[in-house]
C-alpha cells in the first residue's frame, strides 16, 4: 500500500525517527515502512527483450500476498539495510539471521578467519536484541 504523508508521518512517530530493529538515526528521506508481519509482493517471470544477457526478468504484478498485513498498524519505520535484510522474514527469523552471520563469514571468508586469528575481529556470540525490544515497545 503507498502511504500518504500522514500515513508515513505515523509511522514515524513509532520510534520518534529511530530504526525499529538498530535503533539508528533515520534520515528524513530514504527510510523504509517495514511490515512487522511479511507481505509478499507478488511478481512473474517474463521474456527480456532488452540486449540483456538473461534471456528472461522478474517483474512486480501489483498484487501483494497476506494483504492482511498490509496495514500502517503493521508498519514501523525501518533503516534501509535492516528492512532489505529482513525482507519476507518475520521477526524471530530475522533474528536468526542476523545471529547466523557470524559463523557464515567465518566459514566463507579466509579473510576474517585469518584476522579473528590475529586478534583483529573479536565476536560476541548473543542474542539480537531489537532497538524496539530494549525500549520496552
Not at 529482513?86 to 533474528?95: L, V
Request: aromatic letters at 10%; a positive charge; glycine letters at 8%.
Amino acid at each position: 500500500m503507498a502511504l500518504n504523508k500522514k500515513q508515513r508521518q505515523a509511522v514515524w512517530d513509532k520510534s520518534g525517527g529511530k530504526c525499529w530493529y538498530c535503533g539508528c538515526e533515520l534520515p528524513e528521506r530514504g527510510w523504509h515502512a517495514d511490515h512487522v508481519q511479511p507481505i509478499i509482493r507478488e511478481s512473474k517471470i517474463v521474456p527480456d527483450t532488452s540486449d540483456s544477457i538473461y534471456s528472461h526478468k522478474f517483474v512486480a504484478t501489483g498484487k501483494c500476498g497476506r494483504e492482511h498485513h498490509d496495514t500502517v498498524d503493521n508498519m514501523v519505520p525501518a533503516c534501509a539495510p535492516c528492512n532489505l535484510f529482513k525482507a519476507t522474514y518475520d521477526i524471530e527469523f530475522f533474528r536468526t539471521e542476523i545471529e547466523a552471520q557470524i559463523e557464515r563469514v567465518r566459514k566463507a571468508g579466509s579473510g576474517f578467519r585469518i584476522a579473528e586469528r590475529f586478534g583483529l575481529i573479536e565476536t560476541k556470540p548473543q542474542r539480537v536484541v531489537f532497538w524496539f525490544e530494549a525500549q520496552g515497545l
